[in-house]
C-alpha cells in the first residue's frame, strides 16, 4: 500500500527561484523518508490579481501577464514558449468585451496552469516529476443546490477515500495545480477563495494521505495578526475546530473550506514556512483537547455593518422573524452575528465580499422599516476571541471591557459551543481591543501548554542565521559605542545607507522624478544630501519649504512640492506665487478661492477609495481618512477648473504607509489613469510614497522590480504622461539608529524590564502604531541571548515602551542599547513630554 503525503505551496512560495529550491529540497526530503508526494502549487503571485483585472475592469492585461511569466521563466531557465499554447488561449479570451461565467473560470485557471508548466519544466531538470491534471480526479459536486455562479466560481466536491485512484498513480512524485476542477460534462469550474488549499485537503482525502501539508509565507497559526501584534505567539497544535473557528473570525492563514475534508477524515494539517523552511508551524488534528479553559486566539474583522432592528411587541409574534430573514434573503445579504433582546435584534452584515452597495442597504431598510424601526451602523469592527470555554476567562475579560465603557460595544455573541465569543466596536476601537484582550489573556498567561514561540522570537531567531544581509551598524558597533558614551540618548544618522536606498529606488525606470517626502526625516543634512543626489524634495508645511530652501539654497521651485493638507488658505497662495508645485486635496478651497488658482499650475490629490499600509491610522485613504478628493467629486471639479481657467496639470494620490505589496502604486496609476479623460492638461502622475522597508534583515521586502514592471506597463499605455514618486521612509528608515544607555532592570514575577534613557519622546512609533524596532544591547553585541524583557522609556505613561517581549543578552545599568531603522519618523516626531529632552542628531558621514 502506498503511503502519500500532500504538499501544498501558496502564491508567493511559487514565485521565484529560491521558493522552488525549498520546494526541491522538501519534497526530496518525503520522499527520502518513503513517501510517495502530491504536490499543489497556486499561480504565481500577482498572476491571478491580473487575470481578475480583465473580469472587474475588462483591463488588456496580455503583456503584463506575459512580461511576469517571463520573469519566472528566467530565473527557473525555462523556455516561456512552453506556455504558448496557454498565452494564446488567453489571448483569445482578453479580446472578448465580455467573458460568461465559464469563460471567466477559464480565463482564471491561467494562473495555475502558466506556472505549473513552467515549475514542472524546471522540476523536471531536478528530479524525475509527473504532472497531474486536477481534472482527471477532482470532479465538482452535480447536487450543489447553490446559484449557477457558485457552481461555476466556488465549486465543491464531494470526495471519499480512493484507492483504485491511489493504484493508478504509479509513479512517486506527482505536481499538480489547485484552484480548478472539472464538473460533469468535463468544463474547467473553480474552487473560490482558497481554492488551491481546498484541492490539496481534496487530494489529500482521495488518498488517504499520511498528512496534508500547507506551506505559505507565515509560520503558522498565531494567537492574533503578528503584523499588528509582534509578540503574538505561535499555536503549535490546534483542534480542527478552533482552527476553523480562527478562520472564521479573521485569521487569514488557512480558508475554512479546505479544513473540512481533512477533519472529516482524520487527516493532520500541518502549515509550514516557505521563507524559513527548519522552524516549527502549526499542526491540526483530532485528538486534541486542552486540559484548561483558554482562548487561542484574538482576531478582528473589519467593514462590518450592522443592522440594529427594534420592535415594541412583535418579536413574540409567531413567524415575525421568519418575515425579518426573508428580507435578508431576497437581497442575497448573508448574516454572521445575531444579537437578541427583549425589544431589538441586532444582526451583523460581512462585508468582505463588497457586496454590500449603498443602494442595497437601501433598499434593505425600505423593506425592514415596514415590520420595525432600523438602524445601520457602518464601520464597525468585530473582535474575536477563539478558545476552549471562554465563558470561565469571564474575570479577565470583563475588566478590559470595562475599560472600552466609553467606547460603546455594539453587541456581543457567543457560540453555544463555547468556543468563541465576538465584540463588535467602532473600527478605529478594534486594534486597540484586540491588543489590550491579547495583553491579559495570551501574554500575562505564559504557562499554556501548545503556545510556540512569539512572531518576534522567530524573526528575530531568524536574523541570527548567516544568510542575512548584515544592517551597517554591526559593523559600526564601537564607533557608535563611542559616539553613544558621549552622546547618549542620541540618534545616529549614517549617509552611506541613504545613499545605497537612493541607487535602489532608482532603478525604477517607469518613474520619471523622485520626490523625498522631507517629514520622514528633515535634519538639514539629510535634505541637503538628498538633493545633492538628484532627489527632489516634497513638503507638507512652509516652515519645511524655508528649511529646505535654506539648506538647498540653489533648488528651483520646480524641485520643491507641497501637498499640504487643512492648511490655511495664505499657505497655498504663497507657495504657488514662488513657483512651488502645490497639490490640492479639498475641492472646496478651489470652489471658495478660485482667482488664487486662476491661470495656475495645480496638481490634485485624488482619494484612489481605499487604502494600505502597516497601521490604521497610516492609511491616508478611504472614507475614513481626511485625505483627498472623492472619487464623486471628480467630474464636478474637473468642469469648475475648466470654466476657472485653472490649469490641472497633475493627479496625485499616496494611499498609506508601509506597503510591501508591489501592485500598489500601480493600482493607484490606474485609478488616477482612469480620471484623465477629465483632464487633458495633465501630464505628470503622482503615486506617492508609502514603499515598505524590511523590518527585519531576514525579511522579504518589497518587490521593486514587479512594481516596476507595473508601472512600465502602465507607462506603454500612456506614454504622453510622466510618473513622479515621494518615497519617505524607504529612503531614511535603515540609516538611523536611536542609542540609549540602560538606566535600571525590574523583575515583576515573570515578566523582566529593561529601562533606557529615553523613550517615547524621543521614539513615538512603538506606542503609536504598535510598530516593531530590532532592538540590540550593543555593548553586549556579541553575548548570547539569556532572558526576555520589555524594553521601557522614562516616561510617566504605560504606553512608554519601545519593545515587548524581546530576546536580550545578560544587561547591566549603563549598558547601550540601539533602536534599529528608527531614521524616520522618529526625530521628526520627538517631543518635550515631561520636560524630558529627547534624543540628539548626530551624522556619520
Ligand atoms: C508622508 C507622505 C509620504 C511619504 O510616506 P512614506 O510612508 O514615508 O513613504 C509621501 N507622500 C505624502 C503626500 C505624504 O504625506
Redesign the pocket.
Known amino acids: 500500500m502506498n503511503t502519500w503525503v500532500v504538499l501544498k505551496f501558496g502564491g508567493s512560495s511559487v514565485s521565484n527561484l529560491a521558493k522552488w529550491k525549498v520546494i526541491l529540497a522538501t519534497v526530496k526530503q518525503r520522499l527520502a523518508a518513503g513517501y510517495k508526494v502530491v504536490l499543489v502549487h497556486s499561480a504565481a503571485q500577482g498572476l491571478t490579481d491580473l487575470l481578475t483585472k480583465k473580469i472587474t475592469n475588462n483591463d488588456d492585461i496580455y503583456t503584463p501577464f506575459k512580461d511576469k511569466l517571463n520573469t519566472l521563466c528566467k530565473e527557473l531557465k525555462v523556455e516561456l514558449q512552453l506556455v504558448s499554447e496557454q498565452l494564446k488561449k488567453l489571448k483569445s479570451l482578453v479580446e472578448k468585451p465580455t467573458l460568461d461565467l465559464w469563460q471567466q473560470a477559464e480565463l482564471l485557471a491561467l494562473g495555475e496552469q502558466c506556472t505549473h508548466v513552467l515549475g514542472v519544466a524546471y522540476l523536471n531538470t531536478q528530479i524525475e516529476t509527473a504532472s497531474l491534471d486536477p481534472k482527471s480526479c477532482l470532479i465538482s459536486s452535480t447536487d450543489d443546490q447553490r446559484s449557477t455562479e457558485s457552481q461555476i466560481l466556488s465549486a465543491k466536491c464531494r470526495v471519499a477515500r480512493n484507492d483504485i485512484l491511489s493504484e493508478k498513480l504509479t509513479e512517486n512524485f506527482y505536481v499538480m495545480p489547485g484552484f480548478y476542477v472539472s464538473n460533469c460534462n468535463h468544463k474547467t469550474v473553480l474552487l473560490g477563495r482558497g481554492g488551491s488549499d481546498t484541492s490539496a485537503a481534496y487530494m489529500a482525502v482521495l488518498l488517504h494521505a499520511k498528512q496534508l501539508e500547507i506551506w505559505t509565507d507565515v509560520h503558522g497559526i498565531f494567537s492574533a495578526n503578528p503584523h499588528s501584534i509582534p509578540s503574538a505567539r505561535l499555536l503549535l497544535k490546534l483542534g480542527y475546530q478552533e482552527a476553523r473557528e480562527i478562520a472564521a473570525s479573521g485569521g487569514k492563514v488557512l480558508h475554512p473550506r479546505c479544513i473540512l475534508p481533512v477533519e472529516q477524515h482524520n487527516i493532520p494539517l500541518l502549515i509550514k514556512n516557505t521563507n524559513d523552511p527548519e522552524k516549527v508551524g502549526t499542526v491540526l488534528a483530532h485528538e486534541y483537547s486542552p486540559t484548561k479553559p483558554r482562548v487561542s486566539a484574538i482576531n478582528a474583522r473589519h467593514q462590518v455593518t450592522l443592522v440594529s432592528m427594534e420592535s415594541i411587541n412583535m418579536w413574540h409574534q409567531a413567524g415575525f422573524m421568519g418575515d425579518i430573514f426573508a428580507i435578508y434573503k431576497e437581497l442575497g445579504l448573508s448574516i454572521d452575528l445575531v444579537s437578541t433582546a427583549q425589544t431589538n435584534v441586532t444582526i451583523s452584515l460581512d462585508n468582505m465580499d463588497n457586496v454590500l452597495t449603498t443602494s442595497k442597504l437601501k433598499a434593505l431598510k425600505d423593506a425592514l422599516s415596514t415590520l420595525c424601526e432600523v438602524t445601520v451602523i457602518k464601520n464597525c469592527s468585530a473582535v474575536t476571541l477563539v478558545g476552549y470555554r471562554i465563558r470561565a476567562l469571564a474575570d479577565k475579560i470583563a475588566p478590559v471591557l470595562s475599560s472600552y465603557a466609553d467606547q460603546r460595544v455594539h453587541i456581543t455573541t457567543q457560540s453555544s459551543n463555547d468556543l468563541n465569543q465576538t465584540f463588535v466596536v467602532d473600527e478605529d476601537q478594534a486594534d486597540k481591543l484586540v491588543r489590550a484582550l491579547h495583553e491579559v489573556l495570551i501574554i500575562e498567561d505564559k504557562e499554556i501548554d501548545d503556545f510556540g514561540p512569539t512572531w518576534t522570537e522567530l524573526v528575530q531567531e531568524k536574523q541570527a542565521k548567516p544568510t542575512v544581509t548584515t544592517a551597517w551598524w554591526q559593523n559600526q558597533a564601537s564607533e557608535l559605542l563611542s559616539i553613544a558614551q558621549e552622546h547618549s540618548p542620541c540618534y545616529a544618522y549614517h549617509l552611506p545607507t541613504i545613499k545605497g536606498q537612493i541607487e535602489q529606488i532608482k532603478k525604477l525606470s517607469a518613474v520619471d522624478r523622485f520626490?523625498y517626502?522631507s517629514?520622514?526625516n528633515s535634519h538639514p543634512d539629510v535634505l541637503r544630501f538628498m538633493y545633492q543626489n538628484g532627489v527632489c524634495l516634497?513638503t507638507?508645511s512652509p516652515m519645511e519649504i524655508q528649511r529646505v530652501q535654506s539648506v538647498c539654497p540653489e533648488i528651483s521651485p520646480q524641485h520643491i512640492l507641497f501637498?499640504p493638507?487643512f492648511a490655511p488658505i495664505d499657505e497655498y497662495r504663497d507657495e504657488i506665487e514662488k513657483g512651488i508645485h502645490v497639490?490640492i486635496d479639498n475641492p472646496s478651497l478651489l470652489f471658495d478661492y478660485p482667482e488664487i488658482f486662476k491661470h495656475k499650475a495645480v496638481i490634485l490629490?485624488l482619494d484612489p477609495g481605499h487604502g494600505s499600509?502597516h497601521h490604521r491610522y497610516?492609511r491616508?485613504a478611504g472614507v475614513h481618512s481626511k485625505?483627498g478628493i472623492p472619487a464623486d467629486d471628480v467630474e464636478r471639479v474637473a468642469e469648475f477648473c475648466e470654466k476657472n481657467q485653472i490649469s490641472v496639470i497633475g493627479l496625485?494620490a499616496?494611499s498609506?504607509?508601509?506597503?510591501l505589496d508591489h501592485s500598489n502604486w500601480a493600482r493607484i496609476a490606474d485609478y488616477l489613469g482612469s480620471c484623465l479623460p477629465h483632464f487633458p492638461e495633465v501630464e505628470i502622475i503622482n503615486v506617492?510614497?508609502?514603499?515598505?522597508i524590511r523590518e527585519n534583515p531576514g525579511d522579504l521586502g518589497l518587490d521593486l522590480l514587479q512594481l516596476n514592471t507595473a508601472l512600465l506597463a502602465f507607462k506603454a499605455d500612456h506614454p504622453n504622461i510622466k510618473i513622479w514618486m515621494?518615497?519617505?521612509?524607504?529612503?531614511?528608515?535603515h540609516c538611523g539608529v536611536l542609542m540609549a544607555k540602560v538606566t535600571q532592570t525590574k523583575w515583576k514575577g515573570k515578566q523582566g524590564y529593561i529601562g533606557i534613557e529615553t523613550g517615547m519622546n524621543s521614539l513615538i512609533r512603538p506606542a503609536l502604531y504598535g510598530a516593531w524596532h530590532n532592538i540590540v544591547n550593543l555593548s553586549k553585541i556579541n553575548d548570547a541571548h539569556e532572558y526576555t524583557a520589555n524594553i521601557v522609556g522614562p516616561m510617566c505613561e504605560t504606553g512608554d515602551v519601545l519593545g515587548i517581549d524581546r530576546k536580550m543578552p545578560k544587561t547591566q545599568v549603563k549598558d547601550v542599547l540601539l533602536i534599529a531603522n528608527a531614521g524616520?519618523?522618529g526625530a521628526v516626531m520627538a517631543s518635550n513630554y515631561n520636560l524630558r529632552a529627547p534624543a540628539k542628531e548626530i551624522i556619520i558621514k
Open positions: 520626490y517626502a517629514k520622514a516634497e507638507v501637498t493638507n497639490t490629490r499600509g497610516v491616508t485625505f496625485h499616496h498609506g504607509s508601509g506597503i506617492g510614497g508609502g514603499l515598505g515621494e518615497p519617505g521612509r524607504f529612503l531614511v528608515a524616520a519618523y
